[in-house]
Nanobody
Framework: QVEVAQSGGGLVQAGDSLTLSCTTS????????MGWWRQAPGKERELVAT?????????VYAESVKGRFTMTRDNDKNTAALQMTNLTPEDTAVYFC??????????????????WGQGTQVTVSS
């Protein structure tokens, strides 16, 4: 059994920064990818960033957030974070942290993520 817990989120103004945090607990996973997803009202859930456990690799980002968002991982502590800068109203959504067991590299396939956090609201005003 694996549990994913999130923290962060909130209401900010356009141009502000915000950091989301995520912790995985329970059964240890040696190889797994983690991903940040988001869903706005009336839209499909979309991948924001993803990163596996393969040494030498870097996070992969959605085109809409490249240069503004940074994903980090601390595998010793089973944590991940999403640092968001220069936020815009288009970034407003519920953000989810999720884990995909067995994947050395990040994944864009939603069904491969077995474990999901509760989601946290990010609202960017203008």
């Amino acid at each position: 059994q694996v549990e994913v817990a999130q923290s962060g989120g909130g209401l900010v103004q356009a141009g502000d920064s915000l950091t989301l945090s995520c912790t995985t607990s329970g059964r240890a996973m040696k190889i797994y990818a983690m991903g940040w997803w988001r869903q706005a009202p009336g839209k499909e859930r979309e991948l924001v960033a993803t990163w596996g456990t393969q040494s030498g690799t870097s996070p992969v980002y959605a085109e809409s957030v490249k240069g503004r968002f940074t994903m980090t991982r601390d595998n010793d502590k089973n944590t991940a974070a999403l640092q968001m800068t220069n936020l815009t109203p288009e970034d407003t959504a519920v953000y989810f942290c999720a884990a995909a067991p067995g994947l050395r590299y990040g994944s864009w396939v939603e069904s491969e993520y077995y474990y999901w956090g509760q989601g946290t609201q990010v609202t960017v005003s203008s």
